[in-house]
């Protein structure tokens, strides 16, 4: 049951990522909500759980977009291995430790996605708008994950205590 209620949870981050988030960009770049989520999650529970809600929330954000299926959720992994790189060598998550593997996070998503779309021929990007846009977002997301930890927290301790005897 708590699975069913994670992935529901990824199904609407997803949906928001696509539909709302792109209305509050700031210098062209809005908040990947999913890249946040995954980043939380493999501070808070590994690595093995934060690659398996890559691949789900990337499949959920390339089934959204055109194209192939794959190159978000590969994009979503490399994030996710960037971030267990750093967090295997800490005990708890810390705010600044996620913002701030959030911001790798963010730039190894943003160079993976460029990279698959050039090897399945999507049109590219121009190097000066993708430093940019990939900046813009490794900051936006540095600053929205600290946010997303403490809401998995308390989402986790949720869980743990269940709903009151009647």
């Known amino acids: 049951m708590k699975r069913v209620a994670a992935l529901g949870v990824m199904v609407a981050l997803a949906l928001v990522q696509v539909t709302w988030a792109p209305r509050i960009s700031i210098a062209g770049a ?15 529970s590994g690595v ?7 691949c789900i929330g990337g499949v959920l954000l390339d089934l959204s977009a055109p194209g192939a299926v794959g190159p978000h959720a590969l994009a979503l992994l490399t994030a996710a291995y ?10 708890s998550a810390h705010a600044l430790h996620a913002a701030l593997t959030a911001a790798a996070g963010t730039a190894a998503y943003s160079l993976t996605l460029v990279l698959t779309d050039g ?5 590219g990007i ?7 846009l990939a900046v813009a977002a490794a900051v936006y997301n540095a ?12 989402l986790r301790a949720l869980v743990r205590e269940g709903p009151e005897p009647a």
Request: net charge positive; charged share 15%.
């Open 119 to 123: 090897l399945l021929g999507q049109p």
């Open 143 to 154: 600053l929205l994950t600290p946010f997303a930890l403490e809401a998995m927290r308390r």
């Open 82 to 91: 960037v971030t267990s790189l750093w967090a295997r060598n800490f005990e």
């Open 126 to 132: 121009d190097a000066g708008i993708f430093i940019r």
């Open 48 to 54: 093995r759980a934060g690659m398996a809600w890559a």
């Open 30 to 44: 809005f908040p990947n909500l999913v890249l946040a989520t995954v980043v939380a999650i493999t501070w808070m």
